[in-house]
């Protein structure tokens, strides 16, 4: 199988593939630069983070690369339209939205000219955002990491919505390999997103514990937790977790009101920060389902030599 250009609007991606935007601080400037080098679209995630370290890593990121660059934000955030707005203004290609629905988005996009592409886990949103004037539409399945928004399966919501949609359908959730990709496209996807493979790449600026937890997870270790945001959310089971689940944590004294709703169990972005820094036995180490099945450490330009040469060898 041959991989497809990918068009987003006004955009064209060389490589169909779509690094995933993970925050705090997991997906930023040097990853999406790469990614964005190699043909692919590089995704900066700026939930949890100022405006103007947004500003920051977009500039960053724009002076490593001449390729296609774009933000994931949360719509949960109270800030979600100040980071919208401040990385439309630092010349970022595209938007992807996720953790809730904003139909203003759209609105912001069209007057910016810029492509919106929301995150959706159900045929009744993507025909919503379709209408509303998405460029595309990201499908992330049950397998994902991170935040989310359904219990089934991206094997039965890609060719679901691909029926009820004509605009481009990027694929997520558990896919970690060109066997996954070439199954997306086989089921009617146009791209995919992957977030997983990307935090074992040797330009993720996590710290060497949190990828050392990847390198170590076995299947048993990747489970659902609940999350203040008031979504689900898949991760490494650690010392944290496990007082997650005892209902044992207490909320971060520091609490600057990130959310728009919190549910308060205990502090999502203290958590994810402290992860990111190194503490991974007390903070959140988001994961996709598949994390336990990736084994190394790679450059983000041998990752895109496996996936391709992967691709090819399967048949269309």
Do not use: W
Not at 185 to 200: E, I, Y
Not at 268 to 293: P, R, T
């Amino acid at each position: 199988m041959e991989l497809p250009q990918l068009k987003i609007g006004n955009i064209v991606a060389k490589i169909p593939i779509i690094q995933g935007g993970m925050a705090v601080r997991v997906s930023t400037a040097p990853l999406a630069a790469a990614v964005a080098n190699e043909g692919g679209i590089g995704v900066i995630a700026v939930s949890g983070i100022s405006v103007e370290e947004a500003r920051q890593q977009i500039r960053e990121a724009k002076s490593l690369t001449k390729g296609i660059l774009g933000i994931n934000a949360m719509v949960a955030l109270k800030e979600f339209f100040a980071l919208v707005k401040a990385a439309i203004e630092e010349g970022i290609d595209l938007v992807f939205a996720g953790a809730g629905f904003s139909r203003d988005l759209f609105s912001i996009g069209k007057e910016a000219n810029i492509p919106i592409v929301p995150i959706v886990s159900s045929a009744r949103l993507a025909k919503i955002s379709e209408r509303l004037g998405a460029a595309a539409i990201v499908v992330e399945g049950k397998e994902a990491g991170g935040h989310l928004g359904t219990d089934i399966s991206i094997k039965k919501l890609v060719p679901e919505i691909r029926k009820v949609i004509k605009i481009p359908l990027i694929a997520a959730g558990g896919i970690i390999d060109g066997n996954g990709i070439a199954e997306m496209f086989r089921m009617g996807a146009n791209g995919v997103q992957m977030a997983t493979r990307f935090v074992l790449s040797t330009e993720c600026t996590v710290s060497q514990k949190f990828k050392d937890l990847y390198l170590k997870a076995k299947k048993e270790d990747v489970v659902i937790i609940k999350s203040p945001v008031g979504l689900p959310g898949r991760a490494l089971r650690n010392e944290f977790i496990k007082e997650v689940e005892r209902g044992e944590v207490e909320l971060y004294p520091g609490c600057d009101g990130c959310l728009k709703n919190c549910q308060r169990d205990y502090c999502i972005l203290h958590a994810l920060n402290n992860a990111q820094e190194g503490d991974v036995e007390h903070g959140v180490v988001f994961c996709g389902e598949n994390v336990y099945k990736l084994r190394d450490i790679l450059p983000v330009k041998e990752i895109f030599n496996n996936l391709i040469a992967e691709v090819k060898a399967e048949p269309a």
